[in-house]
């Protein structure tokens, strides 16, 4: 059974920093591509970061430069540190996973975690 389970949301200051966390079990984590993505209320979910089995990376362009996406396949954990967060990057955030990296990007992904809340004040 695929399980994604996110953790590290709270709630900051603007330009404070969060890292999330993704922890993966039940497939072969390896071979997946992975992504964060996020919602706020009133708006359409969006890709945040992705990062595929070769280590590729892509990112929002709202958040270049602030946040970065990583993934320790030991731990098979996928995390995603977020630094000079502002009051736009208040969402639920939510980690997936699929084999094809083309799922991820179009947010068709086979498996996604419950989501971890965000909140940004000014």
């Known amino acids: 059974q695929v399980q994604l389970v996110e953790s590290g949301g709270g709630s900051v200051q603007t330009g404070g920093s969060l890292r999330l966390a993704c922890a993966a079990s039940g497939y072969t984590y390896s071979y997946y591509s992975m992504g964060w993505f996020r919602q706020a209320p009133g708006k359409e979910r969006e890709v945040v970061a992705t990062?595929?089995?070769?280590?590729?990376?892509t990112y929002a362009d709202s958040v270049k430069g602030r946040f970065t996406i990583s993934k320790d396949d030991a731990k098979k954990t996928l995390y995603l540190q977020m630094n000079s967060l502002k009051p736009d990057d208040t969402a639920m955030y939510y980690c997936a996973a699929d084999f094809r990296p083309v799922n991820l990007a179009n947010m068709k992904a086979d498996y996604w975690g419950q989501g971890t809340q965000v909140n940004v004040s000014s």
């Open positions: 990062i595929d089995s070769d280590g590729s990376i």
